[in-house]
């Protein structure tokens, strides 16, 4: 059983739409969870990190937590070419370890 | 500059040899971690560190081997027994959870590309 899931895409937007990516998790105890940018070929990059239910804004991000329904997301507002990328979904539990999704893959047309 | 840093950036291997991928870190994080990512499979725990001299497997620990013998380094080695060892090879470090943080987040060096020929 996998542990997070993501919706493997790939998701086209226009540049300066909204691109909304999607995560949910199978441990009802995980505690946090993080979003990650990988360009081809590149390391992934942490661009978000979110504890509680609610929203997070960090920029033109937004995660989103929904603990009672396990679901994460990831809103890029105006987004823009460089925006394109995999997007990597991750939560944790317990010690320090990360569960990683099969990530996501944004393209932001121009 | 803090950060991490892992060589080579690419790297060969002959059948039957092993191989060892370096990794440092000056970010004076506690923990250290090993993944290693295939297309389409996201990234998987190979071994983790979380103090200097212990380290723990991971999911995938079979044909890999590691120490720990200095806060900045955690060095992978691929051992022959890796049947198939081809793969992008992502280190990570974080603060773990000796600074009384829970959230572990987790920052990745430039990785080492490994091919078997």
């Known amino acids: 059983q996998k542990e997070v899931e993501q919706n493997s895409g790939p998701l086209s937007v226009p540049e300066g739409a909204i691109a909304s990516l999607n995560c949910t998790y199978s441990d009802r105890v995980s505690q946090s969870f993080f979003w990650y940018r990988q360009y081809s070929g590149k390391s992934p990059e942490l661009i978000m990190s979110i504890y509680s239910n609610g929203d997070k804004e960090d920029g033109r991000f937004t995660a989103q937590l929904n603990k009672a329904s396990q679901y994460v997301s990831l809103l890029i507002r105006d987004s823009q070419p460089s925006d394109s990328a995999t997007y990597l979904c991750?939560?944790?539990?317990?010690?320090?370890?990360?569960?990683f999704g099969t990530g996501t893959r944004l393209t932001v047309i121009p | 500059d803090g950060g991490i840093t892992q060589s080579p950036k690419y790297l060969f291997r002959k059948e039957g040899q092993n191989v060892t991928l370096s990794c440092e870190q000056n970010l004076n994080h506690d923990a250290m971690y090993w993944y290693r990512q295939d297309p389409g499979q996201g990234l998987r725990l190979i071994y983790y560190s979380q103090i200097v001299n212990d380290f723990q497997k991971g999911d995938i620990a079979e044909g890999y081997s590691v120490s720990r013998e200095k806060k900045e380094s955690f060095p992978l080695t691929v051992t022959s027994a890796q049947k198939n060892p081809t793969a992008f090879y992502l280190c990570a470090s974080s603060t773990g959870t000796s600074g009384g943080t829970i959230y572990n987040e987790q920052f990745f060096g430039p990785g080492t590309r490994l091919t078997v020929l």
């Open positions: 991750a939560s944790k539990t317990g010690a320090n370890n990360l569960f």
